[in-house]
Nanobody, 128 residues
Framework: QLQLVESGGGLVQPGGSLKLSCAVTGSTSGYYAMAWFRRAPGKEREGVSC????????NYLESVRDRFKIRRNNANNTVYLQMNSLKTDDTAVYYC?????????????????????WGQGTQVTVSS
């Protein structure tokens, strides 16, 4: 089981940017993808973006495709989510997650059922 620790959340004005980081402890050899999810107040958890650990090929929720960018650094076992042009609707707790090879898909899926390792989350608040 991996340990995932998110950081980088905070308060930002609409139109601003934040960069989230997910530090991964443990071997990722049993996992094929990393992802970011979010849960807004009163809403279901939602997949935001995922990335293949080996190829770096990403997938995005349509509403963030032109504003967010996911990338991974396999050398330091960190996954990032660069969020630009933030909107109030992006306010949520953001979670990092890892998907095992048994859930492999091309492109990677951003559905919760495919992921079995989760971080504790980091709060992102977009407000003026």
């Amino acid at each position: 089981q991996l340990q995932l620790v998110e950081s980088g959340g905070g308060l930002v004005q609409p139109g601003g940017s934040l960069k989230l980081s997910c530090a991964v402890t443990g071997s990722t050899s049993g996992y094929y993808a990393m992802a970011w999810f979010r849960r807004a107040p009163g809403k279901e958890r939602e997949g935001v973006s995922c990335i293949s650990i080996s190829s770096g090929f990403p997938n995005y929720l349509e509403s963030v495709r032109d504003r967010f960018k996911i990338r991974r650094n396999n050398a330091n076992n960190t996954v990032y989510l660069q969020m630009n042009s933030l909107k109030t609707d992006d306010t949520a707790v953001y979670y990092c997650a890892a998907a095992p090879w048994s859930s492999m898909s091309v492109p990677c899926k951003i559905d919760s059922d495919s992921y079995n390792s989760w971080g504790q989350g980091t709060q992102v608040t977009v407000s003026s």
